[in-house]
């Protein structure tokens, strides 16, 4: 069954990958998790990184911004180049369905 979320929490994604500038915490390695990015040039504040997990030379991350909507961004790290992969609003009402986010990869 698919995700449900109300009318207004759904949000377009074009077929093209959606660029984003993220700004990243580097620790053992560079780009570790992501601390903050801009989409569309309006700026977030990355407050949890809820998940990630790895694909041959690419990286996701599902993060938490304030506000609580949840994105999944991933790192090209071939190329070096962050998209937008998933969006949900945090306000979603709470239907008993699972609602987390997936995709093949």
Not at 62 to 84: A, K, P
């Amino acid at each position: 069954m698919p995700n449900v979320l109300p009318r207004c929490a759904r949000h377009a994604v074009p077929e093209q990958q959606l660029l984003v500038q993220v700004e990243c915490y580097s620790g053992y390695k560079a780009d570790e998790r992501p601390l903050r990015f801009r989409l569309r040039g309006h700026p977030f504040e990355v407050e949890t990184v809820e998940d990630r997990w790895y694909s041959p030379g690419v990286t996701y991350f599902r993060v938490i911004v304030r506000g609580g909507d949840r994105y999944v961004l991933r790192h090209d790290e071939t190329r070096d180049i962050w998209t937008l992969e998933a969006f949900r609003a945090g306000g979603a009402i709470s239907t008993g369905i699972d609602t987390k986010i997936t995709r093949s990869v």
